[in-house]
C-alpha cells in the first residue's frame, strides 16, 4: 500500500508563477512531513519540513500547508524561478518507536523562462 | 553542509556476480540508511541501520542482501548475487539520530547496472 501520494506526477510553470505540489498520506500517526528536492545526478536534499502541530510552514519562496484532518499537505513555490526545476519529494515518518521516512513518487517540476 | 560521500558513483556488473556499494556518511552521524531509486522515480526504503544492528528492513531487502559498517569505516551494501531486477541507482542517508524533525542527509548515489 502507498503510504505517501503525489500529485501531480509532473507541473510546467512559468517563471514567476506559482507551483503548486500535493502531497497525501494514509497513516495517522505520520507527524513530520520533509519535502526534498532532488536535481538529476544528484541526491534529494531537505528543502522544507513541516510537523503537524503545525498548519502553515514558511521559508522564503517555499511554503507547506498542512491540513490533519484530511491528511494532506501541498507545497507552494512562490516566484517560481528556472532553478527551481527539479523534482520534488513529499516524505512522512511517525514518532512512535523507529520510525522509516516514506517517500512519495516524487513531482517533477519545470520552471520556463 | 553534511555530506555523504558514495563510492563508486557507477558501477556495471553481470547478473549472478557480488557488488558491494560503498557509503562514507556524515562524521558523528548514528543512524544510516539504504534507499532504492528507478528511473528518477520513488525512493524505496531498503534498510536501516543503528549500533551495529540492522533495525528495520523492507520486503525489497532481500536475503541476497546484507549491509554493514565495519569498525566505524564505510557502511556497506553487498548484494550476492546480483539480478537483472537490482538494477537502479542507491542511496545511502544517515542522520544523527532520531528526533522528530531529524534530518536524513542523501549521497549522490550509486547507478548500479546488472547486465
Known amino acids: 500500500q502507498q503510504q505517501v501520494r503525489q500529485s501531480p506526477q509532473s507541473l510546467t510553470v512559468w517563471e514567476g508563477e506559482t507551483a503548486i505540489l500535493n502531497c497525501s498520506y494514509e497513516?495517522?500517526?505520520?507527524?513530520?512531513f520533509p519535502w526534498y528536492q532532488q536535481f538529476p545526478g544528484e541526491g534529494p536534499a531537505l528543502l522544507i519540513s513541516i510537523s503537524s502541530v503545525s498548519d502553515k510552514k514558511e521559508d522564503g519562496r517555499f511554503t507547506i500547508f498542512f491540513n490533519k484532518r484530511e491528511k494532506k499537505l501541498s507545497l507552494h513555490i512562490t516566484d517560481s524561478q528556472p532553478g527551481d526545476s527539479a523534482t520534488y519529494f513529499c516524505?512522512?515518518?511517525?514518532?512512535?518507536?523507529?520510525?522509516?521516512?516514506?517517500f512519495g513518487k516524487g513531482t517533477s517540476l519545470t520552471v520556463i523562462p | 553542509g553534511p555530506k555523504v560521500l558514495q563510492i563508486p558513483s557507477h558501477q556495471i556488473i553481470d547478473m549472478g556476480q557480488m557488488v558491494t556499494l560503498n557509503c562514507d556518511p556524515v562524521s558523528n552521524h548514528l543512524y544510516f540508511y539504504w534507499y532504492k531509486q528507478i528511473l528518477g522515480q520513488q525512493m524505496e526504503f531498503l534498510v536501516n541501520f543503528y549500533n551495529g544492528k540492522v533495525m528495520e528492513k523492507s520486503k525489497l531487502f532481500k536475503d541476497q542482501f546484507s549491509v554493514e559498517r565495519p569498525d566505524g569505516s564505510y557502511f556497506t551494501l553487498k548484494i550476492q548475487p546480483t539480478a537483472l531486477e537490482d538494477s537502479a541507482v542507491y542511496f545511502c542517508a544517515s542522520s544523527g539520530g532520531q528526533s522528530l524533525a531529524e534530518t536524513l542527509y542523501f549521497g549522490s548515489g550509486t547507478r548500479l547496472t546488472v547486465l
Open positions: 497513516d495517522s500517526t505520520f507527524n513530520y
Open positions: 516524505a512522512a515518518r511517525g514518532a512512535t518507536g523507529y520510525q522509516n521516512f516514506y
